[in-house]
């Protein structure tokens, strides 16, 4: 079974920096696109960047040259490393995992970022 445990989020003020982990058990991870995703209060829950199998990244527009995606095969682990961050920001990171037209999802760790 696919199990996805994120760690890292907090409390930080607007300008700072965090960096969220992913650690994925029970799957083919080196073949799997890997995803982080939030979601605000009150809204649906949008990708915020992805990295494909073969280490390609991409980025929403809102996090793009603040946020890096990257993923260690080896460990089984992604990451996100977030700085220059913005109120905006603050909602709850989910961890997804996508092999073979399948999602999993990790619980999700909260990021609030103060003004």
């Known amino acids: 079974q696919v199990q996805l445990v994120e760690s890292g989020g907090g409390l930080v003020q607007a300008g700072g920096s965090l960096r969220l982990s992913c650690a994925a058990s029970?799957?083919?991870?080196?073949?799997?696109?890997m995803g982080w995703f939030r979601q605000a209060p009150g809204k649906q829950r949008d990708l915020v960047a992805r990295?494909?199998?073969?280490?390609?990244?991409n980025y929403a527009n809102s996090v793009k040259g603040r946020f890096t995606v990257s993923r260690d095969n080896a460990k089984n682990t992604a990451y996100l490393q977030m700085s220059s961050l913005k109120p905006e920001d603050t909602g709850v990171y989910y961890c997804?995992?996508?092999?073979?037209?399948?999602?999993?999802w990790g619980k999700g760790t909260l990021v609030t970022v103060s003004s």
């Open positions: 997804n995992l996508r092999i073979w037209g399948v999602d999993y």
């Open positions: 029970g799957s083919n991870f080196d073949l799997s696109t």
């Open positions: 990295i494909f199998s073969n280490g390609t990244p």
